[in-house]
Every structure is written in C-alpha cells, then in structure tokens.
C-alpha cells in the first residue's frame, strides 16, 4: 500500500500502482464450496478424475466468477480502501477479461492501480481500480477488471 495514501490523497494517486496482495491458494474444497452455493457443477470444476483423464489442463478449474469475486477480499489486502475510510461499497465491475484458468492448487494474487476517483459530495469519492489476478507460474493472467467501489469518509486513524 502506498504510505501517503488516504480520502483525500486518492485523487493523487491516479495512474499510480497501489501494490501487490500476498499469494493466496485457491484450493478444490473452495471450487466444491462455489459449485454448491451456486448450482455451477459442471465436471471441469468439481470432477478430479474425470479432469485427470479428460480435461485439458489435468485438473479441476475455478470458476471464473469465483476468480473474480477473490478480488474483492484481495483489493483489501493491497490497500484499496484506504486506513481512514469507514466504509466502502461495491459500486460495479466492468471489462472483465478471463484469460488464463485457475487449476486447484493454484496461487494467485492481485495487482492494483487507481484509475480513476472522483469526489461525490461531502466524505464520498467513486474510486476505480485496473486489477489484474495473477497466477503464479502462468505467463498472463488468470483475469483483468476495473473494480469501482464507493469510499466514504470515516474518523481519521
């Protein structure tokens, strides 16, 4: 996380890295977990041996939408909501891009820059950030996305 960051210092920030999350693996009991929550059972994610024998990568896959909801706890561990911010609200996700899957047993990892902040009235600022899901080993991405979430002012720290 950047040391100077803070509300009223996000603006400053723009174009700027915020940093990199510590690796995280993403393991099959999380991929079975999402499949169950979400009805999503298809045999690439949650069948092993059928993915041994079958699949092209040798192993199960996470969803993309679960490699894509990491990043909302993965921001947090970069620094995206700044210490003095007593909330922040997912205010929307676009250009999402998938390109490389996440087999079970993966670590990943996010990468953030601010791309943009604007200040919506008093203690609330729209800040954007280009986030890219690493995956340790692979050579692009598991994903990119623009995270937009909406920061509100608290009590400095």
């Known amino acids: 996380m950047l040391a100077d960051y803070r509300f009223d210092t ?3 920030h723009v174009g700027q890295e915020l940093g990199v999350s510590p690796w995280m693996t993403v393991n099959q009991s999380q991929i079975d977990q999402f499949a169950e929550v979400t009805g999503d059972h298809q045999w ?3 069948d ?3 993915c041994k024998a079958e699949s092209p990568y040798g ?3 996470a969803h993309g939408f679960l490699t894509l909801s990491l ?3 993965l921001l947090m561990d970069v620094g995206m909501v700044p210490p003095d911010v007593r909330q ?3 205010a ?3 250009n999402v891009r998938f390109k490389t899957p996440v087999r079970a047993g993966a670590r990943v990892r996010a990468r953030a820059s601010v791309l943009s902040a604007e200040r919506k009235g008093e203690g609330r600022m729209l800040a954007t950030a280009s986030a890219v899901l690493e995956v340790e080993g692979e050579k692009h991405p598991a ?3 623009e995270v937009t979430v909406m920061l509100f002012r608290g009590e400095a720290a």
């Open 10 to 12: 996000v603006t400053d």
């Open 44 to 46: 690439i994610h949650v």
């Open 48 to 50: 092993v041996e059928r």
């Open 59 to 61: 192993a199960p896959i």
């Open 71 to 73: 990043l909302a706890r």
């Open 88 to 90: 922040a609200i997912n």
């Open 92 to 94: 929307g996700v676009s």
């Open 143 to 145: 994903l990119s996305a």
